[in-house]
């Protein structure tokens, strides 16, 4: 099923550590080349070291909020390839928690900065290459909080409801050079992102962790966690060619968000 990811090459935003990473193992496992950046040079020290790192992956130091870093980290892909196939905007923050009268506008402005303008960053960069490429795909990293409201992570929200602004007029442009541009919505993802979100939360409003966790999984039909690998699979699904009409969508994978309280 998965033959026409092989030889793909795709570039994924803060790719060193969770869902990034889960979605770069699983394209270089389908025999995909992956470009990942990554601000933590740790866990880029570490990538190197995969066994999965068998020349197809290629692993670069860079903050996705700063268009300069961004520069370098195209020019050093750049010197390995001039076309590519996918550009994955997976780059995101939690932002932080609490009611709009107590959050601070530097926290706003860092929230709206690395979710949303570095996106404009990376796609900027990456169109000319995929343009080379006669086709390709760009998949956005939205959230059920880009679909609902957010109480108390509201630059969050804002930041994930401008992804699926800039995912629907990206598609409107893009569309006549064969290059398709959809969102994804990812849910309560099981790991240590939401494992800080929920502690946030939990003392913000000085209840248990268990309470604040059991709140987040009673929000869906399915009433379960979210995988990383869930996404992934949505990942090499929108880059495969079977995905080859489908553009300007905003593609929940969260088992049917239902209310966020
Ligand atoms: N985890 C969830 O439950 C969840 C839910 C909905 C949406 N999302 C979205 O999915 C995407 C990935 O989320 P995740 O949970 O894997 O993220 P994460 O918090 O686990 O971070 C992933 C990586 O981002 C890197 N990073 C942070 N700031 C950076 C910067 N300025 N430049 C470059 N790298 C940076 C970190 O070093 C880390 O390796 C984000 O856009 C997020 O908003 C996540």
């Known amino acids: 099923m998965y033959k026409n990811l092989k030889n793909k090459k795709i570039i994924i935003s803060a790719g060193a550590s969770g869902i990034g990473w889960s979605t770069a193992k699983l394209f270089l496992s389908r025999g995909a080349t992956v470009y990942i950046c990554d601000i933590d040079k740790k866990l880029i020290n570490k990538t190197k070291k995969h066994p999965?790192?068998?020349?197809?992956?290629?692993?670069?130091?860079?903050?996705?909020?700063?268009?300069n870093q961004v520069s370098t980290f195209f020019?050093?892909?750049?010197?390995?390839?001039k076309k590519i196939d996918a550009l994955i905007n997976n780059i995101?923050?939690?932002?932080?928690?609490g009611?709009?009268?107590?959050?601070?506008?530097?926290?706003?402005e860092q929230t709206l900065k690395v979710n949303v303008i570095s996106h404009f960053y990376f796609s900027r960069l990456a169109i000319p290459m995929l343009k080379k490429n006669k086709n390709g795909t760009i998949i956005n990293f939205s959230s059920t909080a880009g679909i609902f409201g957010f109480p108390l992570r509201s630059p969050y929200a804002a930041s994930k409801w401008a992804v699926v602004g800039i995912t629907k007029t990206m598609a409107m442009e893009l569309g006549r050079f064969k290059i398709r541009v959809n969102a994804i919505c990812p849910g309560?993802?099981?790991?240590?992102?939401?494992?800080r979100v929920i502690r946030d939360k939990a003392k913000f409003l000085k209840v248990s962790k268990k309470l604040v966790e059991k709140?987040?999984?009673?929000?869906?039909?399915?009433?379960n966690w979210i995988y990383e690998e869930d996404i992934g699979k949505m990942c090499c699904?929108?880059?495969?060619?079977?995905?080859?009409r489908i553009s300007g969508q905003i593609i929940s994978v969260d088992g049917n968000t239902i209310s966020m309280h």
């Open 52 to 67: 999965l790192n068998n020349k197809k992956l290629f692993s670069y130091e860079c903050d996705a909020s700063n268009e």
């Open 188 to 195: 309560t993802i099981k790991g240590d992102r939401m494992g």
């Open 215 to 223: 709140e987040f999984l009673s929000m869906t039909s399915l009433k």
């Open 99 to 108: 009611t709009i009268e107590k959050l601070k506008s530097k926290d706003w």
């Open 237 to 244: 699904f929108l880059v495969s060619e079977d995905a080859e």
């Open 75 to 81: 020019q050093q892909v750049s010197k390995k390839t």
């Open 92 to 97: 995101g923050i939690a932002g932080p928690t």
